[in-house]
């Protein structure tokens, strides 16, 4: 009904009042708009029914509406090697339009050294890269896994960039506010040492990303 409205308000070119008449319509139409429902199949839908949850959001975007989540049942321990038995972190972890995004682990966080018996750590094991590159981290957990010095973080999402920024300010890390297919086709790319791609279970993946690598 509101589009309608519009149309014929450009069509016919009234005079002003019609302009405000159409604009409290449309927004009264948006107000009494019915929230979209959660799917019970997301992530964020299971996450929500741990005990002692805390749930901040959602916080609307257009790149997908940002929700917070921390519980001591919500533990990160990915791919984790069996002889491990130290503290596991229980984080709070991301989602963007209920899928999961990422993880804020905090770089002070003694359960951090967990990240160095997962398969993350072996990039750094094998080698020594100093300058490395995440492309969509979601979080800050890619990071304490790299023993580098020279850090880019290439993350599109506004309130991603700013959940990353505000734990990673004792790291050596740059965060940079861009789709990360634009970043790596500019022409002066940096050089990098080890560039890490998004995980293939997050929303989108490497999606569009590996047809660099036939470059």
């Known amino acids: 009904m509101a589009l309608l409205i519009l149309l014929t308000v450009f069509l016919k070119r009234p005079p002003a009042w019609q302009w405000g008449l159409s604009a409290v319509l449309v927004a009264v139409t948006l107000w009494m708009s019915p929230e979209i429902p959660r799917s019970p199949y997301k992530p964020l839908s299971y996450a929500l029914q741990l005990p002692e949850v805390a749930h901040q959001g959602p916080l609307p975007h257009p790149l997908g509406r940002v929700d917070r989540v921390s519980s001591p049942a919500l533990r990160h321990a990915p791919d984790l090697s069996l002889p491990y038995t130290g503290p596991v972190p229980a984080p709070p972890q991301l989602f963007v339009n209920g899928e999961t995004a990422g993880v804020l682990l905090h770089p002070d966080?003694?359960?951090a050294s967990i990240l160095l018996q997962t398969p993350q750590a072996l990039p750094y094991v094998a080698g020594n890269p100093e300058r490395v590159l995440f492309l969509s981290p979601g979080g800050t957990a890619p990071l304490l896994a790299s023993g580098g010095t020279q850090l880019t973080i290439v993350e599109r999402h506004s309130h991603l960039v700013r959940a990353i920024r505000?734990?990673?300010?004792?790291?050596?890390?740059?965060v940079v506010r861009q789709d990360p297919r634009l970043f790596l086709s500019r022409d002066h790319l940096?050089?990098?040492?080890?560039i890490v791609f998004p995980e293939r279970g997050?929303?989108?993946?490497?999606?569009?990303?590996?047809?660099?690598?036939?470059?």
Do not use: H, I, Y
Not at 166 to 174: A, G, H, W
Not at 190 to 194: A, H, K, S, V
Not at 202 to 215: D, I
């Open 109 to 111: 966080d003694v359960a």
């Open 166 to 174: 505000d734990l990673s300010e004792s790291l050596p890390v740059k």
């Open 190 to 194: 940096p050089p990098q040492d080890l």
């Open 202 to 215: 997050q929303f989108g993946g490497p999606t569009g990303l590996q047809t660099f690598l036939r470059c």
